[in-house]
């Protein structure tokens, strides 16, 4: 079973700069990607960027010159700096791993940008 443990969410002002973590607990499973999503109220969850083991990473097309993905496969953890943030980036930050069982999902973790 994998579990995954998402923090840094938080409370930011505009222009900021948050730093999310998600840890994942895999046994012997092997993850291949991993990612973030958002889901912000009312809305549906959206592709935040994602990474696979090897480092190849894809971004939403919006977001791709404030946000930056990264891993530590070593460590089973993936990052992504947020920067820039405007309120249109509060949301549940939702992280996730692929192995071949299928996708795992975190509980998520608050980011709020007020306006």
């Known amino acids: 079973q994998v579990q995954l443990v998402e923090s840094g969410g938080a409370l930011a002002q505009p222009g900021g700069s948050l730093r999310l973590s998600c840890a994942a607990s895999?046994?012997?499973?092997?993850?291949?990607?991993m990612g973030w999503y958002r889901q912000a109220p009312g809305k549906e969850r959206e592709l935040v960027a994602a990474i696979t083991s090897g480092g190849s990473t894809n971004y939403a097309d919006s977001l791709k010159d404030r946000f930056t993905i990264s891993r530590d496969n070593a460590k089973n953890t993936i990052y992504l700096q947020m920067n820039s943030l405007k309120p249109e980036d509060t949301a549940v930050y939702y992280c996730?791993?692929?192995?071949?069982?299928?996708?795992?999902w975190g509980q998520g973790t608050q980011v709020t940008v007020p306006s």
């Open positions: 895999v046994g012997a499973i092997n993850i291949y990607n």
């Open positions: 996730h791993a692929d192995s071949r069982y299928g996708r795992y």
